[in-house]
């Protein structure tokens, strides 16, 4: 159980372009969905905070207008990184939250790969 | 923001030794996880900590929710080959809005 899957888990776009990812929960409803970013070699790092049927919450120094992110529903949440640059090259997990009021557990997707070139 | 402090930071042993690593803050937590992480993959939990002293084995791997609540550590006995991997601490403070804090990492390597 607790199966999150992320897609794509590797895309390569050229600069400029918007490129979406998508975020899972196979098995379980997830209210809360994170999404992070990992340089390599280097821990997690929050970028924002989704809960679904409502705006998500941001950490500082991570323009909302340039990840764009949707959770429409309990399974589902979706990051569109905008306009993308090379800068925004790097790995991109997501994991997710059962809604359970007193389990802190969060569960990873594999990751997806974004390359621009 | 802020991280825990997790060391060591890299290890590298021989087959069927075991492995010790901690996670340490100033601060309390509630909640303590341990993930492992391989190369291009989503971390994956180990071990979920709830109750400071809480003492809980997952096969070989072993954590503990210190006392304090500011510290826990993970063990793994007889390590083999396919333990090689970045092994990641995570928190959880009370009211923190869900936010995982995570220590920066130790990287195990294991020699056959």
């Known amino acids: 159980g607790a199966v999150v899957s992320q897609h794509p888990s590797r895309v390569i776009c050229k600069s400029g372009t918007s490129v979406k990812i998508e975020c899972r929960s196979l098995d379980f409803q997830a209210t809360t969905m994170f999404w992070y970013r990992q340089f390599p070699k280097k821990s997690l790092m929050l970028m924002a905070t989704s809960n679904e049927g409502s705006k998500a919450t941001y950490e500082q120094g991570v323009e909302k207008d340039k990840f764009l992110i949707n959770h429409a529903s309990l399974t589902l949440s979706t990051l569109t990184v905008t306009s993308a640059h090379p800068e925004d090259s790097s790995f991109y997990i997501c994991?997710?939250?059962?809604?359970?009021?007193?389990?802190?557990?969060?569960?990873f997707g594999p990751g997806t790969r974004l390359t621009v070139l | 923001g802020q991280q825990l402090n997790q060391s060591p930071q890299s290890m590298f042993i021989q087959e069927g030794e075991d492995v010790s690593m901690n996670c340490t803050s100033s601060?309390?937590?509630?909640?303590w996880l341990w993930y492992k992480q391989d190369p291009g993959e989503g971390p994956v939990l180990l071990i979920a900590l709830y109750k400071a002293g809480e003492l809980t084995s997952n096969g070989r791997l072993t954590a503990q929710f210190g006392i304090t609540r500011k510290d826990s550590f993970l063990n793994i006995s007889a390590s083999i080959p396919s333990d090689v991997g970045i092994y990641f601490c995570a928190g959880l403070r009370a009211g923190n809005n869900r936010k995982l804090i995570w220590g920066l990492g130790t990287s195990l390597a294991v020699n056959p």
């Open positions: 994991s997710a939250r059962p809604g359970l009021a007193d389990y802190n557990e969060q569960f």
């Open positions: 601060s309390i937590f509630n909640t």
